[in-house]
T-cell receptor, first 113, second 115 residues
């Protein structure tokens, strides 16, 4: 079946350092890949999505490239801020008439001032 | 951005009772979803609903679960009767269309505790 595997947290960084959260996926079909972010007490909100292989998505300094050959979609940010502290979910959707989203387990990021 | 609301935010209920979780989706959206997240585990798809019908459901969507959206009101998830293993956070989501590129917008979740 479809699955998403990502870096296990928690990840603790100091402000200004770089972030990489690994994500790999498994599916027989051609998915759209997503990164969602979830703040305490809220639902997941879309950070960005990439529907096409070899393209890059980005938002708020975060970026990830859809690597179809390696089946990876690693999240990176050059310099994290305290306000980036949240849980990050890698996810995929294959669409058709159901559009079910398959989530990874989430990676909790804590950024220290 | 678009907001999905969920009512209540927390619910405590005795095992065997019925519970209804309410979702107010984004106003022009046509596809509605429920996901379940047990503490410490990943969020898992339960069901997708469109045009008054269940389009797909997972094995987690037991016979005790039902969904409906009567006349454009709340999209609801009903559990009758509840079991201990139903304790989880339930997230509602909605999307404008059902393609793989279409973004789902999530509510803040309802935290259900079954005693």
């Amino acid at each position: 079946g479809d699955s998403v595997t990502q870096t296990e947290g928690p990840v603790t960084l100091s402000e200004g350092t770089s972030l990489t959260v690994n994500c790999s996926y498994e599916t027989k079909q051609y998915p759209t890949l997503f990164w969602y972010v979830q703040y305490p007490g809220e639902g997941p909100q879309l950070l960005f999505k990439v529907p096409k292989a070899n393209e890059k998505g980005s938002n708020r300094g975060f970026e990830a490239t859809y690597n179809k050959e390696a089946t990876s979609f690693h999240l990176q940010k050059a310099s994290v801020q305290e306000s980036d502290s949240a849980v990050y979910y890698c996810a995929l959707s294959k669409g058709s008439n159901t559009n079910k989203v398959v989530f990874g387990t989430g990676t909790r990021l804590q950024v220290l001032p | 951005g678009p907001k999905v609301l969920q009512i209540p935010s927390h619910q405590i209920i005795d095992m065997g009772q019925m519970v209804t979780l309410n979702c107010d989706p984004v106003s022009n959206h046509l596809y509605f979803y429920w996901y379940k997240q047990i503490l410490g585990q990943q969020m898992e798809f339960l069901v997708n609903f469109y045009n008054g019908k269940v389009m797909e459901k997972s094995k987690l969507f037991k016979d005790q679960f039902s969904v409906e959206r009567p006349d454009g009101s709340y999209f609801t998830l009903k559990i009758q009767p509840t079991a201990l293993e139903d304790s989880a956070v339930y997230f509602c989501a909605s999307s404008l269309a059902g393609g793989r590129q279409d973004t789902q917008y999530f509510g803040p979740g309802t935290r259900l505790l079954v005693l």
